[in-house]
């Protein structure tokens, strides 16, 4: 997970203002609009402070069902960075893979596939584990999210199966020196006898191999803790710069702390962070699951099951100190996603006057009240004075976006690609299609890159000047690769040295429809002076006077194309009625059949539509691919505005 510079939370005003996140709930957990300053009573360091200001943003927080795609029909392959309607909601999903044995079920993650393939699209979604193994920075391509979390799996190893009868929390506190922990462990290996002599210190063998087992126990764990802490830190300060309601979602199997001394004190940073970020952090865990209760594991059952309590307990600490919440989910994780879903959709910034003293990036014990009964308040502990926002030079920023991917909002743009087979049957190729805003001031700087797993393929920059036909800027590329994985990352830096970003995932193969291999549907659009114009987007830009579609198909094998191959085209509404339809023009170009065909726009309301190709043999349906195109830009969040300007 990539970081950008933060940027302080200011309020508009001359006065800089300390701004809280906090998240108001009723009995059903359900967010609660319409409360005003005076309802809310704020402390920093014990003090009362005046409320000077209080914004609310909601967004949509019902689920949408993920789209089931026939294996014969193709993906649109769009993103966008742009925020239509206000500020998104920001998740990333953070697996604590160094706390998942590689054997835990893994329902969750697939539940949160579910959940992430559900959320509308205006949400930004990212991935992360915490041994670094994945990651994927925010993005509107839910797909790509959905899939790589299904393929995380867990890497840790449960340290007690080598050390003996010795929990990771005890061997924690007898590496701190806890004697009263040692002489516990001492008492269930070497017998009761054991504990008069830990105490007044005159150990034997058997007490000093339990002692120098959970030293070196107490070693790996802390290693594995502090790794732990350090990727929640480290994303959370890489969602720092992102707009809109930010929210971490740990998934995990707890955190090993220490008692003795009490090691909660390790968590104040990570707290911190969240407050000056922005960030809400909510966990989630499963119930321990395969604990032997009888005493023949070498950790005796009931000590084994505390073990596996105080974990989760520290990661609910973690929940509740950033403002976030905690789920232990047992059986079906759906209903625990759905309350996720709910909670997460909308958020109070508050902002309240610090002291006259207050230093940049000042830290304060937080806390807050509702002056109403029957409702629940989430706040971090801490709230953190404003710094004076910076911002790296262009140059730097457009670099971090292509060379790690980092999302950068300044100018909205969005990237569509579109296979289809190259002049070899060895390469595929790679059309992409950009278009930014004309209300963006030009010229522009465009940076592009498609990558493997090796590093970059493909790479290049360009100038456009001037606005395009639809009075956008557009520009468009197409690359022969050989089939495979490829990411795809465009930057873009306006006159005034605003940068926006994003990046997609890219399968270079083609698709199977009946007996042959085929090109995406392929989308382009005319004006009034008839020009077609390549179109790998799903908005059509305003202007366009005509939708054109275009399939390729691709004999699979040397064969001759079918003689009796025919390709209609039809353009249904959300409601499934087809709106209007016509036949495929068909014709022979280096030995793929070219299926053309085109939609009047006048008649069409403002409106999402499916594109669909139906491919004939006879009169014999043998496959279909359809795309996406909307008439106009998307819906976004209702917001009366945030206090966090970025």
């Known amino acids: 997970m990539s970081a950008q510079t933060p940027q302080a939370p200011t309020f508009r005003s001359t006065t800089a203002l300390v701004v809280i996140d906090v998240t108001v709930l009723d009995e059903a957990g359900r967010p609660v609009p319409g409360l005003t300053a005076d309802d809310f009573e704020v402390k920093l360091d014990g003090r009362v402070r005046p409320v000077r200001a209080v914004t609310y ?61 559900g959320l509308p699209a205006t949400d930004v979604v990212g991935l992360a584990t915490s041994s670094h193994s994945t990651t994927l920075n925010p993005t509107f391509d839910h797909g790509a999210i959905a899939a790589a979390l299904t393929h995380v799996v867990g890497e840790r190893t449960d340290e007690t199966n080598l050390s003996g009868p010795i929990g990771l929390n005890e061997a924690l506190n007898i590496r701190n020196g806890d004697q009263q922990a040692l002489a516990e462990v001492a008492a269930r290996t070497c017998g009761n006898g054991a504990v008069l002599a830990v105490l007044t210190g005159r150990t034997n063998q058997c007490t000093e191999d339990v002692e120098r087992k959970a030293r070196a126990l107490g070693g790996l764990v802390q290693n594995s803790t502090d790794r732990q802490l350090q990727s929640y830190e480290q994303v959370i300060r890489a969602m720092a710069d992102a707009p809109g309601l930010k929210h971490l979602v740990v998934f995990s199997d707890g955190l090993a702390l220490a008692t003795h001394p009490d090691s909660r004190i390790l968590l104040e940073p990570l707290a ?81 006057s610090a002291d006259d003293a207050a230093t940049p990036g000042q830290a304060y014990a937080l806390g807050v009240r509702v002056r109403r009964s029957g409702l629940t308040v989430h706040a971090n502990r801490h709230a953190v004075a404003p710094a004076p926002p910076t911002k790296a030079p262009v140059d730097a920023e457009v670099r971090q976006a292509i060379e790690s991917g980092t999302p950068f909002y300044g100018v909205p743009l969005a990237v569509g690609t579109a296979l289809r087979r190259a002049g070899s049957d060895r390469e595929i190729t790679l059309d992409m299609n950009l278009a930014v805003p004309g209300s963006v001031e030009g010229p522009l700087a465009v940076v592009f890159a498609v990558g493997d797993r090796t590093g970059f393929v493909k790479s290049g920059r360009t100038t456009i000047a ?50 042959f291999l085929a090109s995406d549907l392929l989308t382009g659009w005319s004006g009034a002076d008839a020009s077609p114009q390549f179109l790998a987007l799903e908005r059509i830009p305003a202007g366009a006077t005509h939708l054109l579609a275009s399939l390729e198909l691709y004999p699979a094998a040397s064969d001759p194309l079918p003689a009796d191959v025919s390709v209609r085209f039809a353009l249904v509404s959300a409601d499934e009625v087809v709106v209007d339809d016509v036949n495929g023009s068909l014709s022979t170009v280096t030995g793929a059949l070219h299926a053309d065909g085109q939609f ?47």
Not at 298 to 307: R, Y
Not at 312 to 340: D, K, N
Not at 604 to 632: E, H, K, M, N
């Open 272 to 352: 911190k962070a969240a407050a000056a970020a922005g960030v809400e952090v909510s966990v989630m865990s499963v119930e321990p699951d395969g604990i032997d209760l009888s005493n023949q594991s070498p950790l005796a059952g009931v000590d084994k099951l505390n073990d596996e309590r105080n974990l989760r307990s520290s990661i609910q600490t973690i929940a509740e100190m950033t403002g976030g919440t905690y789920q232990q989910v047992v059986g079906l994780a759906e209903p625990a996603f759905q309350r996720l879903a709910l909670s997460t959709s909308a958020l109070y910034q508050i902002g309240v």
């Open 57 to 117: 943003e909601e967004v949509e927080a019902k689920t949408e069902a993920p789209a089931i795609r026939s294996t014969e029909t193709g993906p649109r392959r769009a993103v966008t960075n742009a925020m239509p309607g206000g500020a998104p909601r920001v998740f990333v999903m953070l697996v604590d893979d160094l706390s998942i044995p590689p054997a835990r079920d893994r329902s969750l993650l697939r539940s949160a596939s579910r959940f992430v393939n």
């Open 600 to 646: 009047p726009l006048h008649a069409l309301a403002d409106a999402p539509y499916t594109l669909r190709a139906t491919v004939f043999q006879g009169a014999r349906i043998v496959g279909a691919l359809t795309t996406t195109v909307r008439t106009s830009g998307t819906g976004g969040s209702t917001t009366s505005g945030l206090l966090r300007q970025k």
């Open 466 to 515: 001037a606005r395009g036909a639809g009075g956008d800027y557009r520009a468009s590329l197409s690359l022969p690769v050989p089939p495979g994985d490829y990411r795809v990352r465009f930057a873009v830096s306006d006159r005034d040295d605003h940068v926006g970003s994003v990046q997609t995932s890219v399968t270079a193969a083609l698709n199977h429809v009946g007996p």
